[in-house]
C-alpha cells in the first residue's frame, strides 16, 4: 500500500498510527500528533526534575523536553543499542518520547481498537488509550494527552 | 470579543492616557488652545465610537465629560473642579473598559447618573460664567460658521455645538447617527482608522447621505448640507495642515501584536545562536571557504538582532504617562503645590524592562511627594520655592539605563530612620556608630521599613522601598539614593537594557554544565589545599574565610541532588575547586563547582511547563556548540542555601529553639515589676513578688528614734529604709512605701512614687558595681535600675538572715548555686550567705562541672532548672551518674513549679524543688537537706 492510498483509505474512521516499540511492546501512537522521528543526541540532564525526565535536547533550535518512556512504563532502562525518540507537540511544546525502535505507519479501523482489558497493569492502563489486535502482535495505543497531562499534575510521579 | 472592539479598547486605553497627561497640562495653561483641541478630540472621537459600538454607558459620560469641555472651548474659565471632574470620568471611562475587557465585550451594568449630573451641573456653571464674560470675543472661534472654515485655528471642526439649537438645526449627534443608519461600511472604517481618517469618513457619509434619497431625517440634512459640506472641507484640510505638520509619525507607524514581535525576537535568537555555531565551527577549520560569506552573515545577523530588538524598545516616556496625572491628584490630597519635571523621556528601553519598571517608579515619584516634599510653609521657612518640585530624569550610559527620581523637598531624616531601625531591631546604637549617613540611609530599603510618621493614603504602608528595591533587582537592576538633609533626595535606579540576553558564567557540576547568571556573580574564588583560600568546616557545614568573613558554602552538585555519591565526597574533601561567591539580596554565599570555563552571552528559553516546578533553573538555552543547557536561577538557589543549612544543622537548631525557650522561661521571662522612683529621676524597679504590700504613712506618724526613722506598722515598729543613704522622707502628706515583710518582721523601703507595675522580660543588660543595685535592665523601653533587696534587708535588721536558728554548721557549709541569670545570682548569693552558707556561683552547668572535676568541695548544689545548654535536670541526672556526687545534696531552683516539674525533678535525682522568690523555702530547703544528711550520716 502505498502512502497515497493510505492517506485515501484513512477516512473518518480510520487511523494511522506510528508504531513505535518499547521494552519489546507495540505501541502505537496517532500520527497526527507525531512531528518528527529523530535520534536523541547530546541530552542534558535536568537536576531535580521527575525520574521520567531524560533530559533536555536541542532538535533544530527548538528545546526538546525527553521522557525516557521506559522509565515512564516502569521497565529496565536499555542495556544497548541506540535509542530513538518520537517528537510530538503537547500544549505548544515539543517532547521527544524516548523509545527503543520506530517502526512503520498502520492505517487501522478506529472500530477495531478494544479498551484497555481490565487486569493491564495500572501504571500502563493510565496512558493507554486501547488495544489494537494485529496479526500477531497486540499494538497498545498511547495516549499522548494522559502520557503527557499525568506527569504536570504530579510532576513527582513514581519517585 | 470582535476584533473591532478590541481595536477600540487598546486605542481608547491609549487616547485616555494622553487625555490625563494633556489635561494635567490643560489645567496648568488654560488659554493653550491646542492642547484643549487635543482632548476634546480624543474625548469626542471616545465617545463617536462607543455610540457605534452599543456602548451607552461609555458614551453617556464621555458626551457629558465632551460638553462640559465644550464650555471651556467657548471660553469658560477653566477651574480646578472642573477639571477633577472630567479626570474622574476619565477614570470611569477607564473602569468601564477595564470590566469592558474583562467581560469579554458586555458593557457591565452601573449607574452613571450622578457623574453625569455632576458634569451637566458644572456645564451649567460654565455656561453662567461665560454669560458673565468672555463670551463675545470667543463667539467668532467657534467653527459654526460655514462661511470661516479658514477659521478652524483651533483644532477640527465643531461638532457639538454646546449651545441651544437654532431653529432648524439638529444636534450633529443626531446627524451622526443618521450616518449611521444609512451607510455601514463606512462606520465600520471609521472605527478602525485613526481619528483623521475618522473624520474623512464622516465627510465622506455625509456626501453619501447626499445623494441618498431615502434620508430618516431628510428636512435635517437639507438644512445642515452646507455646513456639513463645509466642515468636510475644514477637516480636509485641517488633516493636511495636520499630517504636515506634527502628526506626520503617525502615518508612518503601524500598529503590531506584541506577539508578532516575540515571536520575531525568539527567531532571531535563534538565527544568532545558529550563526554562533556556524562561527565555532569555521573556527576549527582554517582556511575555509565559508568564512567570508559567514562573516557577512555574522554582520547581518548582528544587525538584524539590533534592528529587532529595537522594535521592542520604547520610550521610557510611556511608563511616566501616568505620572502627571498622578501627582496633579497627591498634589491636591496633600496640599503642596508640586511641579513634575521630566527630562529624557523618548530614553528607549526594553518593553519588557519597561512595564517592570513602571510600578517601583509611581511607587517612587509617590513617596517623594508625600514623604520627601515639605509642606508649603515648611519650604518658605526652609528659604525655598512654595512650589516643590520632583524631577524624573533617564539617560543611558554603557549597558545600562539610568533613571533618576530626585526631589528638593527636606532630605531623609538620618535620626529618624535610626530611631526607626533600632525600634525594628534592624541594627544597635553601636553599629551605627560605624555607619556613614548614606549607609543610614540605605535601610529605608529594608523590609517593612516606612519612616512616615503616619500611614497616610497616599504612601507610608511599609511596604514601600523594599517592594521597590525587591522589582527592580529582579530584573536585574540596582537602586541607590543620595540625600542632603534640607536639600532634597534623589533616587538613581539603574537597569540592563534589556532582559533578552543575559550575560552568564558557565560552570561544571557533577559532570554537567551549568549556567549561572553574571549579574548575581559576585566573584570568582579558586581553592586549593595549600593555598590562601581553603575551605573549613564547622562540625559539616563547609565555611569560606574570605577577607575576614565566613561565606556560608554548598556544592552545586548537592544543591541539585546530582551528586554520585563518593565521587562528590572525593570532590569536596579534596578541598579543590572553583567557588562561585554569589549575592541575591542581602545574602551572600559561595557555590563551589568542580569547573569554570567561560562567559557567554544566552538567550533565556522558558523551561517546558513540565520542568517549570523546579525553582533552582529560571530557564535554558542552547548554546553555540548546540548543546542545551539549564540557567541556574540566583534566587532558587539562595532559598535552597537557606532549607539546605537548616536540614544540615536541623539538631543544632533545634537546640537552640530550646535554648531560646529555655531563656524565657527564666532570665527573659516576664515577671512582674514593681516600678518607683526614690532619690533620683530614674525609674527603678523590684520584683513585685517580693514586695509585701504598698503602704502610704502620714509624714507626721514617721518616728524617730535611736537614729532611725521608724512607722508603728501593725504593733511593731516597723524601720525604715532609704534607697539611697541620707535621703529623706517627705516633709509634709503621705510617704509612700514598699513594705516586706518575714516571719513577722517588716521593713518599709522609702519610695518618692509608686510608678506602675509592668510584665516585662527582666534582662539585666549592666551590671552594677553600686551596692543595693543590682544592675540595669530596660524595662517599658526606658532604662531602669533593679534594686537589691539582699543589700536593704539587712540594714533594717542586720540579722534579717542571720536570726533563724544559725548555726556554726552552717557557716562551714559550702554550697555551689548554678544559675544561669545574672539577676538571681545576685539576688540570691545574699539570701544564702545571710543565711550562713558559703556561696559559691557559676553561670551554667559545664562550669559548675569544670569546678566539681577541678576538685572543688561543696556540701550542696543549688542549680537553676532552666539553662542554656545543659538544663538543670542533665546536670543533676550526670552528677548523680558519679559515684562522687551521688549523695551531695542537690536542689533544683525554678521558676516554673508545676507538679509534672517537681516529678521531673525527683526523676533527675533533686532532693527539692524550690520556686524562685521562695527565700524563706530555700533557706528552708537547704536546711533540710543538711540535717536529712547529717540524720544520715549519724
Redesign the interface.
Known sequence: MTMLENKVTAGSDMIQYVTVVIGGQLFGLPISQVHDVFVPESVTRVPLSAPEVAGVLNLRGRIVTAINMRRRLHLPPLEEGQMMAVGIEYKHESYGLVIDTVGEVLTLPASSAEPNPSNLDKRWAEISGGVHRLDGRLMVILDVSRLLGAMFTEPMVAA | MDDLLREFITETNESLDVVDVELVKFEQEPNNATILDNIFRLVHTIKGTCGFLGLPRLEGIAHAAETLMGKFREGAPVTQEAVSIILSSIDKIKDILAELEAAEGEEPQGDDSELIGKLEEMSAKADVAMANGGVAEEEPALAEDPAQPAETDSGPPDQSLERPLRPGEVSLDELERAFRETEIEVEIAETSVDEDAADEAIAEAAAEEQRATEKPKPEVTVERKPAAAASAESQKAEAGDKKSSGNSVSNQSIRVAVDTLEHLMTMVS?LV??RNQLLEIVRRHEDSEFKVPLQRLSNVTAELQEGVMATRMQPIGNAWQKLPRIVRDLSQDLDKPIDLEMIGADTELDRQVLEMIKDPLTHMVRNSADHGLELPEARRAAGKPEKGKITLAAYHEGGHIIIEVRDDGKGLDVEKIKAKVLERGLATEAEFDKMSDAQIHKFIFAAGFSTAAEVTSVSGRGVGMDVVRNNIELIGGTVDLRSTQGKGTSFIIKIPLTLAIVSTLIVEA?G??FAIPQLSVVELVRVQHNSEHRIERIKDTPVLRLRNKLLPLVHMSHL???VDEAKAEEAFDADNGFIVVMQVGSQTFGVVVDGVFHTEEIVV?P?????R??T??SG???LGD?????IIDPNGVASAMASHASSAVTEQAEEEAEDLSRRADTGQNAISLLLFRAGAPEPKAVPLSLVTRLEEFEVNKIERSNGRDLVQYRGALMPLVYVNEGDRHKTDGTQPMLVFSDSGRSMGLVVDEIVDIVEDRMNIEVGSERPGILGSAIVKERATEIIDLGYYLPQAFEDWFMRKEMDIQALTKKVLFVDDSAFFRNMLTPVLKAAGYDVTTCGSASQAFEMLENGAKFHAVVSDIEMPEINGFEFCESLRRDPRFRNMPILALSAMVTPASIERGRQAGFDDYVAKFDRPGLIAALKDVFSGEMGVAA
Open positions: 535563534e545562536l545558529t557533577g554537567d554544565r541539585l541532588g546530582i528559553k523551561m517546558s511547563t513540565m520542568l516546578n523546579l533552582m533553573f535554558n538555552t542552547i548546540g548543546s542545551v543547557i539549564m
